[in-house]
C-alpha cells in the first residue's frame, strides 16, 4: 500500500521546500519535473519549467518535460498527461505514490537544495534588465541679471525644462517594450497552442486505434462463442442416442464447456 495524502505533502514540501496544501497541484506538472531533477541533477531544463502556471496548455509544457526526462533514462512509465491535467485527486495521488517510491530506489541521497535550483535557473532564463534613461540636464547658464533678480525662477524653470524633456523618451520606452512582451507572449501562446492541438490530435488517433482493436477482439470472441454454442446444442442433441463410449466422451466435453479454468487445468492433468 502506498503512502497517504499526508505523507506525500510532508515528504513533498520537504525535499522541493514547497507549500503545496493538496495532492492535486501536482497537476501541473512542475512539482514531478523537480522531483526528477533531485535524481537526475542537470538532466531537467528547469528555466523551461512553469511553477506559477494556471493555464491548461503551459501544463502541457511541465509534462512534455518530464516525458523527455523519462525517455532519455528509459524509463517506460506511462504519464497520464490528459488525466493529472483535470487536477483530480485520485489520479494525482497514485501517480505521485509512484514517484515517490522511484525516488526511493534512485535517488543518490546527496543534499538537494531546491530553492537553489529554481532560483540558478530562473537566472539563467531571465532576460538583462532593459537600461534606464539618463535625464538630460540643461548647461546653459541663465543671463546675470536675470539670476541675480530671479535665482529661484530660474532654477524651477530648468528643473522643469529637463523633466519635461526625459518623460517623453521614459513613457515612449516604456510603451515599445510593454508591445514587445505583448508580440512575445502573441508568438509565445500560438506556439503553445499548436503544440496543445497537435498532442490532442495525437491521443484522439490512439483512442480511435483503440477502439478498432476492441472492436476486432469483441467480434473475433462473438466468433468462437459461436462455435462453441454450436458444439453445445450438437452434444445435447446426441449424448442421449450415442454408444456408451461416444456418451462418455460427450459427458467429458460437455464437463469442458462448463467449467470454469482451474477444472479444466485438473482434467488435461489428470488426462495426461
Known amino acids: 500500500m502506498g503512502e497517504s495524502r499526508t505523507e506525500l505533502l510532508t515528504w513533498l514540501n520537504d525535499l522541493l521546500q514547497l507549500n503545496y496544501t493538496k495532492i492535486e497541484q501536482c497537476g501541473t506538472g512542475a512539482a514531478l519535473c523537480q522531483i526528477m531533477d533531485?535524481?537526475?541533477?542537470?538532466?531537467?531544463?528547469?528555466?523551461?519549467?512553469n511553477f506559477t502556471t494556471n493555464l491548461d496548455y503551459e501544463y502541457i509544457q511541465n509534462f512534455k518535460i518530464l516525458q523527455q526526462v523519462f525517455d532519455k533514462h528509459g524509463i517506460d512509465k506511462a504519464i497520464p498527461v490528459q488525466r493529472l491535467m483535470k487536477c483530480k485527486f485520485q489520479d494525482n495521488l497514485e501517480f505521485l505514490q509512484w514517484m515517490k517510491k522511484f525516488?526511493?530506489?534512485?535517488?543518490?541521497?546527496?543534499?538537494?537544495?531546491?530553492?537553489?535550483?529554481?532560483?540558478?535557473?530562473?537566472?539563467?532564463g531571465a532576460k538583462k534588465p532593459l537600461s534606464t534613461v539618463k535625464p538630460?540636464?540643461?548647461?546653459?547658464?541663465?543671463?546675470?541679471?536675470?539670476?541675480r533678480s530671479t535665482p529661484s525662477t530660474t532654477r524651477s524653470s530648468a528643473g522643469l525644462k529637463s523633466n519635461t524633456s526625459v518623460k517623453p523618451n521614459a513613457v515612449k520606452s516604456k510603451s515599445v517594450n510593454n508591445q514587445a512582451a505583448e508580440k512575445q507572449w502573441a508568438i509565445k501562446k500560438a506556439e503553445l497552442e499548436a503544440e496543445y492541438q497537435h498532442s490532442m490530435n495525437e491521443l484522439s488517433e490512439e483512442i480511435t486505434g483503440l477502439k478498432a482493436t476492441v472492436e476486432a477482439l469483441e467480434k473475433e470472441r462473438d466468433f468462437y462463442f459461436g462455435k462453441l454454442r454450436d458444439i453445445e446444442v450438437l452434444i445435447q442433441n446426441q449424448i442421449e442416442i450415442a454408444p456408451i463410449e461416444c456418451q462418455e466422451f460427450m459427458k467429458e466435453v460437455q464437463t469442458i464447456l462448463y467449467s470454469t479454468e482451474v477444472?479444466?487445468?485438473?482434467?488435461?492433468?489428470n488426462n495426461v
Open 136 to 147: 538630460r540636464v540643461s548647461t546653459s547658464r541663465p543671463s546675470t541679471a536675470s539670476s
Open 103 to 124: 525516488w526511493d530506489t534512485y535517488y543518490s541521497g546527496n543534499a538537494y537544495d531546491a530553492v537553489a535550483r529554481r532560483n540558478a535557473s530562473a537566472k539563467k
Open 38 to 49: 533531485s535524481i537526475y541533477p542537470g538532466d531537467v531544463p528547469l528555466r523551461r519549467v
Open 263 to 269: 477444472i479444466i487445468n485438473f482434467i488435461l492433468h
